[in-house]
């Protein structure tokens, strides 16, 4: 531990709460006629309904009211008002998310590492390797955001933080909605919006919520005329037919169906099916250098379906000395990608090897390359669990989870003219291919106490033992490679690995109420993350799991006449036995993953949110963070990556500032900052790419008449780029940017209950 930069972390924490508190107490006194207070925020964060400021947690919560006035719907959306958190974005679908700096930037797949971010869909999990979830967002009560190891009740992957989004339940009044939005982006199509929900009660004691949903995103990337000379055969391959405007498009679909029935006073059955589809054409990468801003040059179909659908039922009831829980879920994810790699022929490899070989196959021919994957995930979760009463002096909560994870991946680089000797058997111009199933599963018994020491010392212990079995079987690789195919007519399965650990880890924390409106905290917290299979052997057939050890001080105050909250906390974590994945042809073509050290993350995160007059409000949350390598990674006896750099995905700064005006009762406006510092693409010395900072800036204005509103909106007003990522990996650099200015009109109705 860096003992003098969590002192001075700690110091500047202390100073800020000072002039905050004392500046909050001479502020305040001016508005005390003022009958308004800052709304009461309820949170599950540990599993029960609380008051988020009576939580000993870093808690960020983007509530229902703030979604929809910040027109937030999909993953780059969400993520983008959150301070403690970044992202790596590649397209609908395809996202990653980091929380406090850790990240490795490894380019995870199937096959990979566990995210270090779990996320979770109200009751059950549905986190994913190297691409989540891209979750329709509509009809949402709340996104909780838990920073910090959240492993002892949240399991595998809430090893940095855990993401929850909590639906609406259906309940016993009639209610019902519905909007439509139109936009239109600079130098692209048009968009075009429409959502509905209904809440229906069918008894007294049963009640049925629907919702359904389609987003048509217009595109605003230009795939132009391109070419490229391969340098060994000298071919040259152009892109007619291939040309569009606005070539990245995207259409979601989807719907909800929740059903609540009361067996009597003390059981509830809560039942609900979730189903959701995008489809996708072009990319989300351009290419400035080459060909200039939102444009970018492409010699295949890009496109991308990603069909799932979620089944979850939740038994709760009243057992006398306890809380009953009980929760199942089942995942059915349907996930197609096809892709243009035709500049992956460029380095030369493929060329050389299987188009141009001409001692076997005689003249060379064109070597563009078509990528395709099919992905079929299946997950089953089960959750039982019991929690105390709310005891005066002593409360607990005890429970068991299972999951089990079943992915089927076939991964297929395509040549159309390879030679049929070069081909890998029994599939058309097939050069390359990974075709394996993965299955995880994970056994745990959790279980937190919490103690009530004095009437302001509040002690929490919290445990989770665990088990976890990692297996991979099937095929990877090319018909010369790892074993000769050649003159075979059949494809033998050359990985079948199983890994199996156990382990726990341990939470303490002590929450110390200094008065009715401020409370402070200390916390130790451990996360993890599982070991697995490797697809090879040449590294060794398994990596072994990683672990996170979290130390924070924090704070939460709000005024004694609750127009003003300001939180903050003051971290150290500690990351050892780093799950890395990295690919180096000339050791494999595969990716793979390898554990390489240890690293640190310190930083300090606070929200202030003020209600200073009955019209004026002002929230901002402010992240700084320092997250660096303490070891040098040496791959294969090269200085790969070296101590003291700064993680990928780590950006040292992220604030948000929402500003909110009620001009009279019926409209309002709002605006929306939000500034991002630079960050690198990888850990990786030779690949690493740094992204600039960026800012966008979002307003709107709406307009409210009994039960229908209008709301005017501009996103990204300024038309700034940012630099979502930067990738290197297919030699063709490209960048992946956010949409341009983009102004709106939404038509919302509401029946007024």
Not at 230 to 246: A, M, Q, W
Request: with cysteine; charged share 20%; glycine share 8%.
């Amino acid at each position: 531990m860096d003992i003098f930069k969590l002192e001075a972390l700690n110091k500047a924490a202390l100073s800020l709460s000072r002039m905050v508190f004392v500046g909050s107490s001479v502020v305040l006194t001016s508005n005390a006629l003022a009958d308004e207070t800052l709304e009461e925020i309820v949170v599950t964060a540990q599993k029960r309904e609380q008051n988020a400021q009576d939580v000993p947690m870093n808690i960020n919560t983007l509530v229902n009211e703030t979604l929809d006035n910040l027109n937030i719907k999909d993953f780059a959306d969400y993520v983008l008002q959150l301070p403690s958190v970044s992202s790596l974005q590649r397209r609908p679908g395809m996202g990653q998310i980091f929380m406090r700096g850790i990240s490795d930037g490894g380019n995870a797949n199937q096959s990979g590492q566990g995210p270090s971010v779990a996320i979770y869909l109200d009751e059950a999990p549905v986190t994913a390797i190297g691409d989540n979830l891209d979750i329709h967002i509509y009809d949402i009560d709340r996104i909780e955001v838990l920073n910090g190891p959240q492993g002892t009740l949240f399991g595998a992957s809430a090893q940095a933080g855990n993401l929850r989004i909590i639906t609406n339940k259906p309940d016993g009044e009639f209610d019902a909605g519905a909007n439509l939005s139109f936009s239109s982006t600079d130098g692209g199509s048009t968009s075009n919006l429409i959502e509905g929900f209904i809440n229906i009660p069918l008894s007294d004691n049963a009640a049925l919520r629907i919702v359904g949903f389609s987003d048509d995103e217009g595109g605003y990337i230009d795939a132009v005329a391109d070419s490229i000379t391969y340098p060994l055969s000298g071919i040259t391959r152009t892109n007619e037919g291939y040309v569009k405007s606005d070539y990245n498009e995207a259409l979601t679909q989807g719907y909800r169906a929740a059903l609540r029935i009361d067996l009597n006073d003390s059981w509830t059955i809560d039942a609900n099916v979730i189903g959701q589809e995008t489809e996708t054409d072009g990319i989300w990468d351009h290419d400035p250098t080459r060909l200039g801003n939102y444009k970018v040059g492409r010699f295949f179909e890009d496109s991308q379906d990603d069909d799932w659908t979620k089944f979850a039922a939740t038994v709760s009831g009243d057992l006398g000395f306890a809380d009953l829980t009980f929760t199942t879920s089942s995942l059915e994810r349907d996930f197609q990608v096809f892709n243009d790699y035709s500049h992956y022929s460029v380095s030369g490899y493929v060329e050389g090897y299987y188009t141009c070989y001409t001692y076997y196959f005689g003249d060379c021919v064109d070597p563009s390359i078509q990528y395709e994957n099919y992905t079929v995930q299946d997950v089953e979760t089960s959750e039982l669990r019991l929690a105390s009463k709310n005891n005066a002096k002593l409360n607990w909560i005890l429970g068991t989870f299972y999951s089990e994870t079943d992915t089927s991946f076939n991964s297929q680089w395509h040549i159309p003219p390879i030679h049929p000797d070069a081909k890998v058997p029994t599939t058309k111009d097939l050069y390359y291919q990974t075709d394996q199933v993965r299955t995880d599963e994970e056994t745990a018994y959790f279980g937190e106490i919490y103690y009530q020491a004095t009437d302001r010392l509040l002690m929490t212990f919290g445990h989770r033992k665990f088990e976890n079995e990692t297996s991979l079987k099937g095929f990877s690789g090319t018909v010369w490679w790892p074993s000769s195919l050649y003159g075979s007519l059949t494809r033998p399965d050359n990985v079948n690995s199983t890994f199996k650990g156990d382990d726990s880890i341990n939470k303490i924390n002590l929450s110390y109420d200094i008065n009715d409106d401020t409370l402070v905290y200390v916390t130790f917290s451990e996360g993890y993350r599982p070991g697995g299979a490797n697809r090879t052997l040449q590294i060794g057939a398994f990596f072994d799991p990683d672990y996170l050890e979290n130390r924070e001080i924090g704070f939460k105050h709000t005024s004694s006449d609750g127009r003003f909250r300001f939180n903050g906390v003051s971290y150290q974590m500690d990351w050892d036995d780093i799950q890395l994945s990295w690919f180096d042809p000339a050791i494999s073509l595969l990716t793979l993953v390898d554990n390489v050290g240890k690293a640190e993350s310190n930083g300090f995160d606070f929200d202030v949110t003020y209600l200073m007059t009955d019209k004026w409000k002002a929230s901002l949350g402010y992240a700084i963070n320092d997250a660096t390598l303490l070891e040098d990674y040496y791959l294969r006896g090269t200085l790969s990556a070296s101590a003291g750099q700064d993680l990928p995905f780590a950006p040292d700064k992220k604030y948000t500032l929402n500003i909110t005006y009620d001009y009279s009762d019926t409209s309002y406006g709002q605006i929306n900052y939000v500034k991002t510092a630079g960050m690198w693409s990888d850990i990786m010395m030779d690949t690493r790419q740094r992204q600039a900072p960026y800012g966008i800036l979002n307003a709107s204005w709406t307009l409210e008449r009994e039960d229908f509103t209008v709301q005017f909106f501009g996103d990204n007003l300024t038309n700034e780029i940012a630099e979502l990522f930067k990738n290197i990996e297919d030699v063709q650099p490209l960048i992946t940017v956010n949409r341009p200015r983009t102004l709106g009109v939404k038509f919302a109705w509401k029946l007024k209950k």
